[in-house]
């Protein structure tokens, strides 16, 4: 598992080979963030909601973010984002949060938290829990207006997003995996 552009191009990440993980592979990895790429610059917040090995947060660093939150609760997962993110040296750009989503979610807006773009890769089995955490991240204003949020999920699965201020805008499969990019805005934006 490498990263794909930017600063850290090439760099290998450590992965965890274990059944209740799954990385998002370079492929669609790299693909995601080129059609991201215009939407990453220096002002960027990007929140990694389920970061298994931490890859997504560290390629959306890698290729500019200012900052990236990586929420995950199992306790190796944690030991293995940390890992990566010393890796890769952007400690003073990372926040690691050991958490369910739901949980980080109210933790975020707590401390009033707004990203830009929010990537939501939950194990496949937990697929039905998106719609859950896209609402809460709009119902708790996280998703800063006109950012992105990225869903990955098992492409056999029905998603259902009904939440009118989410704008489906590109939605493409790879393999197994299918991802939908969402913008956050009024249908008359």
């Known amino acids: 598992m490498r990263i794909t552009s930017g600063k850290k191009r090439g760099l290998r990440l450590e992965a965890i080979h274990e059944?209740?993980?799954?990385?998002?592979?370079?492929?669609?990895?790299?693909?995601?963030?080129?059609?991201?790429?215009?939407?990453?610059?220096?002002e960027t917040v990007f929140l990694d909601l389920y970061a298994g090995s931490g890859a997504m947060g560290i390629e959306a660093l890698s290729r500019g973010a200012?900052?990236?939150?990586?929420?995950?609760?199992?306790?190796?997962?944690?030991?293995?984002?940390?890992?990566?993110?010393?890796?890769?040296?952007?400690?003073?750009?990372?926040?690691v949060i050991r958490s369910t989503a739901q949980k980080a979610l109210d933790l975020l807006s707590k401390k009033g938290i707004r990203v830009d773009i929010v990537y939501l890769d939950p194990p496949y089995a937990d697929s039905a829990q998106l719609e859950a955490d896209a609402f809460k991240m709009i119902e708790q204003e996280i998703l800063k207006k006109n950012g992105i949020m990225v869903l990955e999920y098992k492409k056999n699965d029905i998603i259902s997003i009904n939440i009118k201020e989410l704008n489906l805008f590109r939605e493409k499969t790879y393999g197994l995996a299918k991802v939908e990019m969402y913008r956050l805005g009024s249908s008359h934006d």
């Open 19 to 42: 059944d209740w993980i799954r990385p998002t592979s370079d492929k669609v990895r790299q693909a995601v963030f080129n059609s991201l790429q215009t939407e990453l610059d220096d």
């Open 66 to 95: 200012q900052h990236a939150y990586f929420v995950d609760q199992h306790p190796k997962s944690i030991a293995l984002i940390q890992k990566n993110i010393r890796k890769a040296g952007f400690e003073e750009n990372a926040t």
